[in-house]
């Protein structure tokens, strides 16, 4: 069955870092971009980070310049470096890939970013 499992994520002071990693199993990984979302706590979920199969990437607006989306195939793992942290940057963390159809969700990591 094919899946994602996201680790990394933590408690950070405002200012600090964390390195997020989500390990694919299953083809799927290696021929499809990849996405990190988040969902903080009354929001809906947002797609922050984009890399596509030959490794370019995409970012929304409010982590542009902080945040870097990278993909290991040979693991198939894809990263999220997040430096500079803002509290508003507290959400539950997910990766999946960008496909056409359905695809489960991970349980997701959890990042809280004190001020």
């Known amino acids: 069955q094919v899946q994602v499992v996201e680790s990394g994520g933590g408690l950070v002071q405002a200012g600090g870092s964390l390195r997020l990693s989500c390990a694919a199993s299953?083809?799927?990984?290696?021929?499809?971009?990849m996405g990190w979302y988040r969902q903080a706590p009354g929001k809906q979920r947002e797609l922050v980070a984009v890399?596509?199969?030959?490794?370019?990437?995409n970012y929304a607006d409010s982590v542009k310049g902080r945040f870097t989306i990278s993909r290991d195939n040979a693991k198939n793992t894809v990263y999220l470096q997040m430096n500079s942290l803002k509290p508003e940057d507290t959400a539950v963390y997910y990766c999946?890939?960008?496909?056409?159809?359905?695809?489960?969700w991970g349980q997701g990591t959890q990042v809280t970013v004190s001020s």
């Open positions: 999946k890939p960008l496909i056409v159809g359905y695809f489960p």
């Open positions: 299953g083809s799927i990984f290696s021929r499809n971009a």
């Open positions: 890399v596509t199969s030959g490794g370019n990437t």
